[in-house]
């Protein structure tokens, strides 16, 4: 059973079959080679989505196409640069701190560099910015996306490993904001060196403008992570609160979003919540015919006769990621390895909280790694260039996100002082 389930996975790779449909293929082949009955798929299938957390998915895809559409991203972009442009390298500075704000209120990768970078990035080649460097900034920032709160990437996690849910979302918060500080710094060391033009300084009434302007979109996150916090309502029901908040936002605040436009966002973010869900469905029997097997503890006892170093462990988890990230897609890597690797972590002393948030950090970082990375594909898409061009560009970018995720998993306080200080 374990051969024909890998061979016909591997088979389905060969063939560039999506990873959903290669998952359902594998969990097929290895029930008729058991001769289990076949209705055991399905029975799994409707189990994995069976979940109430899981409805947030759906939910937080819809409200960040919703405060896309409803004018929230060009606000937000207004208000980064007001705060941030003037310094070396402006622009770019404005386009991490833009992805910054917007990643608390899309929750996706591809959303948030959308977003930005259709603002930025003509604006940056404009002013004198190397076209494929501005794509670089936008694509590697855009990863912050999955990592602050509401996070989808988060959710999943949490459904697999079985943990806090909230926890997980309010941990992200500092992690998210230490990589967008080094992503800032990284910018200005390249600002500096490559002669990049600054913007005019803002006087604190254009700034308080400004964020006057955009106070409506950046309270989405403050009421999603307020009510969490105080137990008003759970992650799903802030998922279906942001929904409205942004559908009143959209309508009677800013006013950009009209009736006509109702179809196309609930097109597109069904659209993205069927992707998802498909995936989950077909890896739940998947990872109920991998658990029988007993490949997760066969898998665990082999990594750990090679060493039971808990940090070395670690590394090699993280390792792990960032290949696999390179060639796969993130939710299909959590729903495939993190039945492996949460045993091995919570064996060995690491707090799943923490380990979970550097889990997504590391896949976050696999969204800007070629040949596949989704966030690469989004920017390409904006700027019309090819990935051969971008990956030069965007690697330092990268490094300095390694860099991060190794700070933030080898000082677990970072992540969990927040969770542990309000969901005690």
């Known amino acids: 059973m374990l051969h024909a389930l890998f061979t016909a996975l591997l088979v389905c790779f060969v063939l560039n079959v999506p990873i959903g449909f290669s998952l359902g293929v594998a969990s097929v082949a290895c029930v008729l080679a058991g001769d289990l009955p076949n209705i055991v798929i399905a029975q799994r299938m409707v189990a994995g989505v069976n979940s109430f957390p899981l409805l947030a998915i759906p939910f937080f895809m819809l409200a960040g196409a919703i405060m896309e559409t409803g004018g929230v991203s060009r606000r937000i972009v207004e208000l980064a640069n007001t705060l941030v442009g003037h310094i070396k390298g402006g622009l770019a500075a404005v386009s991490i701190v833009a992805c910054t704000f917007f990643a608390a209120i899309s929750g996706s990768t591809p959303a948030t560099a959308a977003a930005v970078g259709s603002l930025t990035i003509p604006e940056m080649a404009e002013r004198g910015y190397d076209k494929v460097y501005a794509s670089a900034v936008v694509a590697s920032s855009a990863c912050l996306g999955v990592i602050i709160p509401p996070s989808i990437t988060m959710i999943i996690f949490g459904v697999v490993a079985n943990v806090s849910i909230g926890k997980l979302l309010i941990g992200g918060i500092v992690p998210g904001l230490v990589l967008s500080v080094l992503l800032l710094i990284t910018n200005y060391v390249f600002a500096r060196r490559l002669g990049f033009p600054t913007g005019d300084k803002h006087t604190w ?100 006769s090679l060493t039971d170093n808990k940090e070395l462990l670690y590394l090699l988890m993280l390792a792990c990621y960032l290949f696999l990230g390179t060639f796969m897609e993130t939710g299909a890597i959590i729903l495939l390895v993190v039945p492996i690797f949460a045993p091995i972590a919570q064996h060995v002393g690491i707090d799943l909280i923490q380990f979970g948030v550097v889990t997504v950090i590391s896949l976050a970082i696999g969204m800007a790694t070629p040949p596949v990375g989704i966030s690469l594909f989004a920017v390409c898409g904006i700027s019309k260039i090819t990935i051969a061009q971008l990956t030069v560009k965007v690697l330092p970018f990268l490094l300095t996100m390694i860099f991060g995720m190794l700070l933030l998993a080898y000082i677990p306080q970072l992540t969990l002082f927040l969770p542990n200080l309000i969901m005690r």
């Open 205 to 304: 009434a254009q700034r308080l403008k400004s964020f006057a302007d955009a106070v409506w979109g950046i309270m989405m996150p403050v009421i999603i992570l307020g009510g969490i916090m105080t137990g008003i309502f759970t992650p799903t029901e802030s998922a279906a609160v942001a929904v409205v908040y942004g559908l009143f936002v959209s309508f009677f605040i800013y006013k950009e979003m009209t009736l006509k436009d109702i179809i196309p966002v609930f097109y597109k973010a069904s659209l993205s919540s069927a992707m998802i869900m498909l995936l989950i469905g077909a890896a739940s029997p998947f990872g109920w015919l991998m658990t029988i097997l007993q490949v997760p503890q066969d898998a665990s006892a082999a990594m750990l």
